[in-house]
């Protein structure tokens, strides 16, 4: 049996994705129901979403436009005549018998997404198109029980599907994508991101060739995957399962099938066999009529498109001169991104802010699991803070290990109000330093010869003393260099 090394030289991996994003929208894509999550079963529904005989469908607006808000932070084009299709199968929890989708007239076609893994190989990940239509209610099967019991309120909540091409080659490039998936529907505000919940869900189509070859393989579909580690897991798994057929001489064996992820054992297996397409009968929606985006339309989402991840990277990059990894860091949520960009609005020490930011602020609402917007200090506090170590009138530490926390205590006072009432305030004045360096020396004259003598490393001693007699609000920079000055003559 191959190692994974040995068969990822051997055989090529070939993955597509197809990404459900439930939209945050407060009403379901053809009807006034609720679309909120956690309610009793059976309650956000109706007539409509129950398909009663004599209802119709009415379309969503908003659906439309966070779809052309994703299909804008994909670069993809955006369809100017779009038209609804239904998309008929069974399921038990769709009560219409249909799903209503787009078929030819996806409302955006094309378009990447950009992607760099964490091992620092970046590609592009091209899609084939984004439509949206609209979620089947759940089947619910309880422990011991015989019975499937149905929960229709996800019936009719509003979905864009993202499909990209089969261009990924590696497990950790599928991780990358889905991770920036996840950050832009979220900087856009338009789905919660939340795998565990199932507003974000992920089908991955895995297939193997040898290198060189040019024909796809064939293909096989994972379902039920509720984080994007295990959608790297289950492609791991997947290529090695195929590998193993090939290997065996069993490569004619491998069907086209749909098969569950088991996220306790990292293994597949099989649900459904997919030997021939499935006809769905795709037709015209006939109940709503097409949809026209236009110009004006679609420059007035343009307009209110809120600043998007890379181009905050880029920024935080070209423009404060913050290495790649603190942009990363700044920019993996919208939050905190925006609270970065107004403490940079008050400081010009944007590596000082950064500093401040990805330590003792992030680390602070990482203890209380806390989102930025309930951090209790304003941007202007932290960037008063800076600001007196710029000014020598105090040291890092003295401003992380008490000031801060002072001030995470009593957040209406300003940082120099609260370093002054804590007697922090650093003197480094030649009045307050001269006579503790001289005290100093003239206390340990056998220790100022042996420095004289080459023995360098006292001038920590002589520091530590000069700063002890401070109170500690002295600058030590500058108690280094008198220090050394009053040694050296």
């Known amino acids: ?52 005989p004599g209802t119709l469908p009415k379309f969503n607006k908003k659906v439309a436009e966070f779809a052309i808000k994703m299909g804008l932070a994909c670069h993809c084009n955006i369809s100017e005549y779009n038209v609804f299709d239904r998309k008929n199968y069974f399921y038990p929890d769709l009560p219409k018998g249909y799903q209503i989708t787009q078929d030819k007239t996806p409302i955006c076609r094309g378009g990447y997404v950009p992607v760099k893994t964490k091992n620092g190989v970046e590609s592009q990940v091209r899609l084939n198109r984004i439509h949206m239509e609209e979620d089947a209610g759940k089947s619910m099967h309880l422990a011991e029980e015989i019975e499937t019991l149905v929960d229709l309120n996800r019936a009719g909540v509003p979905l864009i599907e993202i499909v990209t091409e089969p261009d990924i080659r590696e497990p950790e490039e599928a991780y990358a994508y889905l991770t920036e998936i996840r950050k832009l529907v979220r900087y ?51 290529f090695m399962r195929q590998v193993e057929l090939f290997e065996n001489g069993l490569g004619d064996t491998l069907v086209s099938e749909t098969r569950m992820f088991d996220a306790t054992n990292g293994q597949t297996y099989s649900l459904r066999s997919k030997e021939a397409l499935n006809d769905y009968r795709y037709f015209p929606e006939p109940d709503l009529q097409p949809f026209i985006i236009t110009q004006d339309y679609l420059n007035s989402i343009k307009t209110a498109m809120p600043p998007l991840p890379n181009f905050l990277k880029e920024k935080f990059m070209n423009t404060y001169g913050l290495p790649e990894y603190d942009a990363l860091v700044l920019t993996d949520t919208k939050e905190i991104a925006l609270w970065f960009e107004e403490l940079c609005s008050q400081t010009t020490n944007y590596k000082a802010a950064s500093n401040w930011m990805m330590g003792s602020v992030k680390s602070y609402l990482n203890e209380l699991n806390l989102p930025i917007a309930q951090f209790p200090l304003q941007p202007s506090q932290i960037a008063e803070i800076i600001g007196l170590i710029e000014q020598n009138k105090l040291s890092f530490s003295t401003a992380s290990q008490k000031l801060f926390p002072a001030l995470l205590d009593n957040p209406k006072t300003t940082a120099t109000e609260m370093a002054k009432k804590l007697d922090l305030l650093q003197d480094s004045s030649d009045d307050l330093i001269m006579p503790l360096i001289a005290a100093t020396l003239a206390k340990y004259p056998d220790k100022v010869q042996e420095y004289k003598n080459g023995k360098k490393g006292l001038l920590g001693l002589f520091v530590g003393e000069v700063m002890k007699g401070s109170k500690g609000k002295a600058d030590p920079k ?5 220090v050394l000055a009053a040694l050296e003559k």
Do not use: W
């Open 1 to 52: 049996m191959l190692t994974y090394e040995q068969a990822r030289q051997k055989y090529e991996l070939v993955v597509g994705l197809e990404v459900h994003a439930q939209m945050l929208t407060q009403s379901k894509a053809y009807s006034s129901d609720s679309t909120e999550y956690g309610s009793m079963p059976n309650t956000n529904i109706s007539v409509i979403t129950l398909a009663h």
């Open 188 to 238: 856009l505000e338009i789905c919660d991101g939340n795998m565990e919940e199932g507003s974000l869900r992920c089908d991955a189509n895995i297939s193997i060739r040898l290198h060189g070859e040019t024909k796809y393989g064939r293909k096989v579909e994972v379902k039920n995957m509720n984080s994007i580690r295990n959608v790297q897991r289950a492609i791991e798994h997947e």
């Open 478 to 482: 500058k108690v280094n260099e008198l």
